[in-house]
């Protein structure tokens, strides 16, 4: 299984510069981490990869799959920035109605609503409103809306932004529960998002992609002395200022 960009080109306004331009790229197994700072391309390859927009030259697919179609959709799920809750539904509620979105009928969709909050830990919260949640407690249910279909590709936008450092291991900790069968693209800014515990590091900037490769080769980057816990943080720094940005 592989989601692949071939050649794409994207770019929000005709009279500017594409944010991507002649872009390729594919997603590896497990848990990739995107890097990169505001403005890196890093949404756009989200959106594109999620289907949401579509590329004006090149090509998505998940394996012969192309993107746009309900079976793409279904096997690709997409979670953004802002989980936005709905009052007057339950956690399970919200999950199930994900589900019946993406073309579940309603009986199943229930049933794998609960399924999905137990791979999120939070059966406890199912019949809780969605509105009294947590900031973690609603992006855990949005990762559960990404599940309840049966994705193989879930493509997360800023996840962890807003979370306190407890919110943020618990989160790291379900993400890597998933990777065994569902292979995850977490876009962020911050390098203490997982990237040592990432199986795949891929840093962007300018719409390029400065490095792309397993976890290890991203470190070799880290200068020698570097403090212990600051190694991601400094092989980031070190790629941005290869090419003239300031981390």
């Given amino acids: 299984m592989t989601l692949e960009l071939t050649n794409c080109t994207y770019g929000y306004r005709r009279w500017k510069q594409p944010v991507l331009q002649n872009f390729s790229y594919a997603l590896p197994d497990g848990l990739t981490v995107l890097l990169g700072p505001n403005g890196a391309g890093k949404s756009t390859l989200l959106k594109l990869a999620a289907s949401v927009t579509r590329p004006q030259k090149g090509g998505v697919t998940l394996d012969d799959e192309q993107a746009g179609t309900t079976a793409y959709r ?26 019946w979105l993406k073309g579940m009928n309603r009986t199943d969709a229930w049933k794998q609503a609960r399924k999905a909050l137990v791979r999120v830990q939070l059966t406890d919260k199912a019949d809780t409103r ?7 407690q609603l992006r855990r249910v949005g990762v559960a809306g990404a599940l309840v279909h049966g994705a193989r590709v879930l493509l997360l936008d800023e996840p962890t932004a807003g979370m306190d450092p407890y919110q943020r291991r618990v989160f790291r900790d379900i993400l890597r529960g998933l990777t065994g069968d569902v292979r995850v693209l977490l876009s962020t800014h911050d390098v203490a998002d997982l990237a040592e515990e990432a199986d795949h590091v891929t840093v962007v900037h300018d719409g390029t992609i400065l490095h792309h490769g397993n976890t290890h080769t991203f470190l070799t980057h880290t200068p020698p002395g570097t403090l212990e816990g600051r190694a991601a943080e400094a092989a980031y720094t070190v790629l941005l200022r290869s090419r003239g940005v300031a981390a």
């Fill in 74 to 99: 279904r096997a690709v799920a997409w979670m953004p920035q802002d989980i936005v809750p709905m009052p007057t539904l339950s956690a399970r509620e919200y999950v199930a109605y994900i589900g």
């Fill in 130 to 136: 969605t509105s009294q949640l947590s900031g973690g």
